[in-house]
């Protein structure tokens, strides 16, 4: 099965910046959309960011200017760049990954990172 493995979090001070990166531990046929998706202490999962195989991105409006995702096809890879840091996002993110195994498109979940903004 596929193997996503996150890495890049941490404790940062607000204003600060992180990336996070998301790679496949195996080779994969066909990867499309990608993303990432963070969930806070008391709160449900929530989207943060989506991009195409092509780059066409998406993002939640509470990260837009300040976050940005890319990928690298050749790597099966999706980063998140994230600046001006604030403490309410503060949360465990997660990547995502569609994947064509034939014959259906299936999503898989890396482990989650922790992201925490403090002073």
């Known amino acids: 099965q596929v193997q996503l493995v996150e890495s890049g979090g941490g404790l940062v001070q607000p204003g600060g910046s992180l990336r996070l990166s998301c790679a496949t531990s195996?080779?994969?046929?066909?990867?499309?959309?990608m993303g990432w998706y963070r969930q806070a202490p008391g709160k449900q999962r929530e989207l943060v960011a989506t991009?195409?195989?092509?780059?066409?991105?998406n993002y939640a409006d509470f990260v837009k200017g300040r976050f940005t995702i890319s990928r690298d096809n050749a790597k099966n890879t999706v980063y998140l760049q994230m600046n001006s840091l604030q403490f309410a996002d503060t949360a465990v993110y997660y990547c995502?990954?569609?994947?064509?195994?034939?014959?259906?498109?299936?999503?898989?979940w890396g482990q989650g990172t922790q992201v925490t903004v403090s002073s």
């Open positions: 995502i990954a569609t994947v064509f195994i034939s014959p259906a498109w299936t999503d898989y």
């Open positions: 991009i195409t195989r092509d780059s066409n991105a």
């Open positions: 195996t080779s994969v046929m066909f990867i499309t959309t």
